[in-house]
């Protein structure tokens, strides 16, 4: 997976593959999480989703937008990533406002390395928000290298970094259990676990009934304000 695919256009018939020079990848102990990113998400102001409507958040990528008039993603990229995300590889973020689709992101996970495809936004921070539950989901479940492909200044601003292809390889090459030049370490593989956050269970003290003597707790599920906790302690 030192390579991915793309396409001249939504119309090409054929896909090429890009191998980069250097490489965008996204440190998980490095997402830069804003004040006012911190606050939308805190706040809840959109519900997030996992693999709630891949089919659709990879159309919505592969569609026009203001500042881009054509995607690399043709029919042909689109149809074997619905085949791989059915066969539990291919994964999305979906960010909702209300009922409409806001934004989200998709991509491929292998081993302990999540390749990142595309990430597309139809509202204010609504792929920032994707991005920061990616990375949470992925810290949790044991993940160790998030690629970006080609590095934007919006992923900068995110924390995202270059390496060189070399440095990339030999990245890889440990999320994936292999060496650089594709052997096997010897060591056991283990996969990243895309669904253990959906399986983490938070503590939540619900307001005492009139009376009760002592506090409740019970457990819900995974909330924004525990999305920032996660990634509260990096940069």
């Known amino acids: 997976m030192s390579v991915f695919p793309m396409a001249d256009s939504r119309d090409a018939e054929g896909?090429?593959?890009?191998?980069?020079?250097?490489?965008?990848?996204?440190?998980?102990?490095?997402?830069?999480?804003?004040?006012?990113?911190?606050k939308t998400i805190a706040h809840d102001r959109f519900r997030v989703t996992a693999d709630a409507a891949f089919e659709r958040i990879i159309a919505l990528c592969a569609e026009?937008?203001?500042?881009?008039?054509?995607?690399?993603?043709?029919?042909?990229?689109?149809?074997v990533f619905v085949t791989l995300h059915a066969r539990g590889f291919a994964h999305s973020i979906e960010v909702w406002d209300g009922d409409q689709l806001a934004g989200g992101l998709y991509?491929?996970?292998?081993?302990?390395?999540?390749?990142?495809?595309?990430?597309?936004?139809?509202?204010?921070?609504?792929?920032?928000?994707?991005l920061a539950w990616l990375v949470a989901r992925l810290r949790v479940g044991g993940f160790a290298l998030l690629d970006c492909q080609f590095q934007t200044e919006h992923l900068a601003s995110l924390g995202a970094i270059e390496v060189p292809r070399a440095n990339y390889n030999?990245?890889?090459?440990?999320?994936?259990?292999?060496?650089?030049?594709?052997?096997?370490?010897?060591?056991?593989?283990?996969?990243?676990?895309?669904?253990?956050?959906?399986?983490?269970?938070?503590?939540?003290?619900?307001?005492?009934?009139e009376g009760a003597a002592e506090k409740v707790t019970v457990s819900g599920p995974v909330a924004g304000k525990d999305i920032v906790q996660l990634l509260g302690h990096t940069s």
């Open 64 to 79: 026009p937008s203001g500042d881009r008039e054509d995607t690399w993603i043709n029919p042909s990229i689109e149809e």
């Open 107 to 130: 991509g491929l996970a292998l081993g302990r390395a999540f390749f990142g495809e595309s990430m597309v936004s139809r509202a204010r921070d609504a792929s920032k928000v994707a």
């Open 170 to 209: 030999a990245l890889l090459g440990a999320a994936l259990g292999t060496t650089a030049g594709g052997l096997a370490t010897g060591a056991p593989s283990v996969d990243g676990d895309w669904g253990a956050l959906d399986r983490l269970r938070v503590p939540r003290s619900p307001p005492a009934p």
């Open 15 to 38: 896909v090429y593959w890009v191998e980069p020079k250097h490489r965008a990848i996204l440190p998980l102990d490095r997402f830069h999480l804003s004040r006012s990113l911190r």
